[in-house]
């Protein structure tokens, strides 16, 4: 039968990595391997109160019934004037399309835009999930170099950037490095895009995660014309609820309905009506938001003491200032894969950084996520890591 699967389908491949990051879900293993949200950060009664509401008043027919493809009007007008006033940029109702997670906005714009063969430039190491989505359309990637400052946008020639059809960047806390695009790199990245006619596609699930507070202007605020921004609601309020956004130009918005009338109709009406209830009571997120920053910044500053405390020092890792990871890169003859073979008999796991590379280049990294991890046990298991790599320091 599998000489019946289109060629779209015969190319996809199931990662080894996430076959072995199966055992990872076992509850003896100290898991740094996924990359999901605190439920400890879940603002629960909240959404047992929205529900309630929605269930209860006259919006359980709006909630029940189909919606229009582009999503439940005041959610879109909430996060209009909610990215509006954030990012001082004016953002319109018909800008916004409500999208079942931003994941499926990545499928969608890479169906949009991507023939095969198309170039498509990534940052280095790059969202795996983005990459998954894109590849169904086999894309060619250009790998833009990144260090700690975030991609490097002086290395993208014009040519290059005058070619591809876009470039797929997250600037804030990236997944898998925790890194943040600095300031002036965003200004030099967006004159190159509106130079080029570059379009940016800007993921920032992990925006309002930024511990300190203090944002750096989005891409989109910098070059609204060039840029097709991607908002989620899966770590400001909960990933079971399947919603994210997508901020864009009316012309990409009208072409994104398209496509998402074929692929789903819509968004969940039910999960529409309740993040609304959520969002729009008593200033909601100017109080939670704090709460998750201070639970994930706890964590972080708990792991970054025990990296601190057991790591040898041929080790480096960077000290994220917001979201949920840390990049770990080990002496170079060291390879993560092998290692998580070893930690998973040890009951360790984390993400060996190969998986995010559009074409495996480094293998000698890891993504270590801490904010579902309690703090003893982050502690035991960064220990318990610190002991193998030692070992193979030695050895
Ligand atoms: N983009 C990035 C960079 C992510 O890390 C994630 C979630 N892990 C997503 C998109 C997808 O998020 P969601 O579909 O839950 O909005």
């Known amino acids: 039968m599998h000489q019946k699967f289109s060629h779209r389908a015969q190319v996809l491949k199931s990662s080894a990595i996430r076959e072995i990051l199966k055992v990872t879900e076992q509850p003896d293993i100290i898991s740094f391997a996924g990359g999901l949200p605190a439920p400890d950060a879940f603002p629960l009664t909240e959404i047992k109160t929205a529900t309630d509401t929605v269930l209860q008043s006259k919006d359980i027919y709006g909630a029940l ?25 004016a953002v319109k109702p018909a800008q916004v399309l409500i999208v079942t997670g931003s994941q499926q906005a990545l499928d969608l714009i890479g169906k949009m835009l991507i023939d095969s063969d198309d170039k498509v430039l990534v940052e280095t190491p790059t969202y795996l999930g983005a990459l998954q989505a894109f590849n169904q359309y086999a894309p060619e990637y250009i790998a833009i170099e990144s260090d700690s400052e975030g991609l490097k946008p002086e290395t993208i020639s014009d040519d290059v950037a005058a070619e591809a059809k876009f470039l797929y960047t997250i600037p804030n806390f990236q997944n898998p490095t925790g890194r943040r695009l600095t300031e002036s790199r965003r200004q030099t990245l967006v004159a190159k895009a509106k130079h080029n006619h570059l379009i940016l596609v800007e993921d920032d699930p992990y925006g309002d995660l930024d511990y300190q507070g203090h944002r750096l202007p989005c891409l989109y605020s910098l070059a609204p014309e060039n840029t097709i921004y991607l908002g989620s609601f899966s770590k400001i309020l909960t990933p079971g609820l399947r919603l994210g956004f997508i ?21 969940p009406s039910l999960t529409q009506y309740i993040a609304y209830q959520v969002l729009s009571k008593n200033n909601f997120l100017t109080h939670h938001i704090p709460k998750i920053r201070e639970i994930y910044a706890k964590r972080c500053q708990y792991m970054l003491d025990s990296l601190k405390r057991y790591m040898p020092r041929q080790v480096h890792w960077n000290q994220p200032e917001g979201g949920m990871f840390i990049w770990v890169e080990l002496p170079e003859n060291i390879n993560a894969t092998e290692l998580l073979s070893d930690a998973i008999s040890q009951k360790v796991a984390f993400v060996p950084g190969e998986t995010f590379y559009a074409h495996a280049e480094k293998t000698n990294c890891f993504r270590l996520a801490f904010v579902t991890v ?15 790599i030692n070992h193979r320091i030695h050895h």
């Open 374 to 388: 309690p703090e003893e046990k982050i502690e035991r298991g960064i220990k318990i890591l610190a002991e193998m």
């Open 247 to 267: 901020v864009a130009s009316e012309q990409f918005i009208g072409k994104l309905v398209q496509l998402k009338q074929a692929a789903d109709l819509h968004t």
């Open 65 to 89: 019934q189909y919606g229009p493809t582009e999503g439940y009007a005041p959610l879109r007008q909430w996060i209009a004037d909610y990215l509006s006033a954030r990012d001082q940029t």
